[in-house]
């Protein structure tokens, strides 16, 4: 279509200086035309022969973005000797996250939201334990005031970041932008904050303070009767 546009005279006939100058030019351009168009039926062979080799083992678009990143962490756990407890406790406090506890659902079953938290696993394993090799910033606990308003915002699908960001103390805000600052400058994080967000980076944060930075074999939640009974007195 593009040679037709440019009219290329046929092959074979020698162009003189009589000949319009669009002809010449015309004439001029075949060559790169011919290579440009060799050039673009390889790559589309290329695309075509990666797409079909994906479907063939069952991949899709964001399985791709998940399994093709970095996953190096520059914290390993446990952060210090004989805090063997560290590791169970992330597992156990990112169970509660995605399944929620009681009544509270945790992420949406089935929602993007719940794939991207259990996909990027080790990459909020990876901010936890840095945020343990820090020694949480020094932030004190604040369980006792806000231990049933975490689960709300945290355990809740419908509760978003803000419902989390607004159980933070001045300090803690200021922490938690600058430690979220050094998340982005990583890549191993990028991916995963671009496509969910900070609201389960927020919630770890509060959490690992409230359970003063680790102290606990596991994290300090509400009983689950305790949600159900309240969503039975609930008019």
């Given amino acids: 279509r593009i040679g037709a546009r440019l009219q290329i005279p046929p092959h074979g006939r020698a162009l003189t200086h009589s000949d319009p100058p669009g002809r010449r030019l015309a004439a ?3 060559p790169v035309l011919a290579a440009a168009l060799a050039v673009a039926a390889t790559f589309r062979a290329a695309i075509a022969l990666n797409v079909r080799s994906g479907a ?8 791709d973005v998940a399994h093709g990143r970095s996953a190096t962490c520059p914290v390993t756990l446990p952060t210090m000797s004989g805090a063997d407890g560290q590791k169970p406790y992330f ?8 399944d929620g506890n009681g009544v509270l659902e945790g992420c949406k079953n089935g929602s993007a939201q719940e794939h991207y938290v259990n996909e990027f696993t080790e990459e909020l394993q990876c901010l936890y334990a840095m945020l343990l090799k820090d020694k949480c910033g020094g932030l ?4 006792d005031q806000r231990m049933e308003q975490w689960e709300l915002a945290c355990l809740a699908p419908e509760a978003d970041l803000l419902d989390a960001y607004d159980l933070m103390d001045d300090a803690e805000r200021k922490y ?25 980076l927020a919630c770890i ?31």
């Fill in 28 to 30: 001029a351009m075949k």
């Fill in 56 to 63: 063939a083992r069952g991949v899709g678009c964001r399985h």
């Fill in 176 to 200: 938690f932008h600058a430690f979220k600052q050094e998340a982005r400058e990583r890549q191993i994080f990028t991916t995963y904050l671009e496509l969910a967000g900070y609201k389960e």
């Fill in 140 to 143: 004190q606990t604040r369980h």
């Fill in 91 to 98: 597992d156990n406090l990112h169970s509660a996250i995605v």
């Fill in 205 to 235: 944060f509060m959490k690992t303070i409230d359970d003063e930075c680790v102290a606990f074999s596991t994290p300090r939640l509400l009983p689950p009767s305790y949600w159900h009974d309240k969503a039975s007195a609930a008019p």
